[in-house]
């Protein structure tokens, strides 16, 4: 009877058992550099998409608070350019921790998300001169829609423009910031109709606080909403802006730990009015990425008419 050669015979069990560790240390490694490359794949697009949406907030914050009190310099429906006058409708107008309603006026139906602000914008904008009843497209809404300027005589809100920037939860229940304008139904305004649009989502709070021209006009102080009157709205020169944005994904790692809380104004000295919520953010949900976005915007028009400006 023949035996077979060495080289003929099959692997011995422990050559077996060796080799299937030694796949399985392999696969292991492999998977492990996957789960890593997917972690930091999502760090970075995470990353992006916070800095994305943050920069967004901000463009859309200052292109509203630059419309405040604008009226056209080549107006079509009267012969000269009006300002608002002291009587006027105010052109700029906030609220500390506010929802508004389902309406065009400023009013609070509740505290806003995490103590949220909510801000009011009412501007003129530009008609056709063949046409003083339809704009010219050339200043627009959040909604994109054209506004035409008041009619000469008539009423200054009879077809000026507004913005109305707020935060409230999507259908997912995720916090947005939200913009409501007049509805626009064949070139023009609906009258007692309003359109409200989710523009950046992932906003957690949105805070403001305003730079008052003192009635000297020599100096400014800086205050929160609830501390203005109706007179310190119309000298409003600046607006301070502290927005905390965060991603989509969630860092299992930091699931148990606690988030310090996020300084919002911290290069601002002192802030007449202002209660912790509206210097801080303290977040609930430590898993998700964030970040702070801040700016302050100069307002460009007058929001009424001074004897230097009109």
Known sequence: MCRLSHARRG????????????????????????????????????????ESRGTQALELLTMALQHAGWATDTPAASPERRWPDAKATLSIQGAD????????????????IRNSDAVLVRFAGRSMHTNSQRPDDSIIDCSGYGVAEPVQNGSDDQRAGYMLLYLARATDQEPQLMCRSRRHQAG????????????????????????????????????????????????????????????????????????????LFPDLQRVEGANAQDLEFTPTETQRRRAVFTATVR????????????
């Open 11 to 50: 692997a011995t069990l422990v050559e077996l058992l060796i080799g299937t560790l030694l796949g399985l240390i392999v696969l292991g490694i492999a998977l492990q550099l996957a789960l890593l490359a997917r972690a930091s794949y999502q760090r970075v697009a995470d990353n992006a998409l916070i």
């Open 97 to 112: 921790s506010c929802t508004p309603p389902e309406a065009e006026v400023l009013g609070c139906n509740g505290s806003g």
């Open 188 to 263: 023009q305004t609906v009258a007692g109709r309003w359109t409200s649009n989710g523009m950046v989502r992932g906003v957690e709070t949105m805070q403001l606080l305003y730079e008052v021209r003192t009635a000297g006009g020599t100096s400014s102080t800086t205050l929160s909403a609830r501390s203005l009157t109706t007179e310190q709205w119309r000298r409003v020169q600046a607006v301070h802006i502290a927005l905390v944005v965060r991603g989509d994904y969630n860092t299992p790692r930091s699931a148990n730990k606690t988030t310090a809380t996020l300084a």
């Open 299 to 310: 307002l460009r028009n007058p929001l009424a008419c001074d004897v230097d400006v009109c």
